[in-house]
Nanobody, 128 residues
Framework: DVQLVESGGGSVQAGGSLRLSCAVS????????LGWFRQSPGKEREGVAA?????????DYATPVRGRFTLSLDNTDSTLYLQMDNLTPEDTAIYYC?????????????????????WGQGTQVTVS
């Protein structure tokens, strides 16, 4: 089974940066949609960014983070990174890494998930 281990959360002042990491192991399908989601108190979980492991397409970003967050996948160590710059208090949330088998790249976009999705334990990001 796929396993996800997140790290890199913390507290930062507005305008600062953080980088989240998600170590992925146990792939059981050829291609996946890997992504980050976040959830703030009293709000529903929302997609932040996603990337298709089969390549050929750029990562997809949610509108609130486009231009400030950068998603990348290092295939050498199977780690998904989310570089977050110019953070605002509205970015405060628990951030979750997620993996879902995806045959086609068009099935992978920010916020896409299904009952087959596997979730990490979450990491807190606080911006003040």
């Amino acid at each position: 089974d796929v396993q996800l281990v997140e790290s890199g959360g913390g507290s930062v002042q507005a305008g600062g940066s953080l980088r989240l990491s998600c170590a992925v192991s146990g792939y059981t399908s050829n291609t996946y949609c890997l992504g980050w989601f976040r959830q703030s108190p009293g709000k529903e979980r929302e997609g932040v960014a996603a990337i298709y492991t089969g390549g050929g397409v750029r990562p997809d970003y949610a509108t609130p983070v486009r231009g400030r967050f950068t998603l990348s996948l290092d295939n050498t160590d199977s780690t998904l990174y989310l570089q977050m710059d110019n953070l605002t208090p509205e970015d405060t949330a628990i951030y979750y890494c997620a993996a879902e088998p995806a045959i086609w790249s068009y099935d992978c976009y920010s916020g896409s998930h299904s009952p087959r999705s596997v979730w990490g334990q979450g990491t807190q990001v606080t911006v003040s």
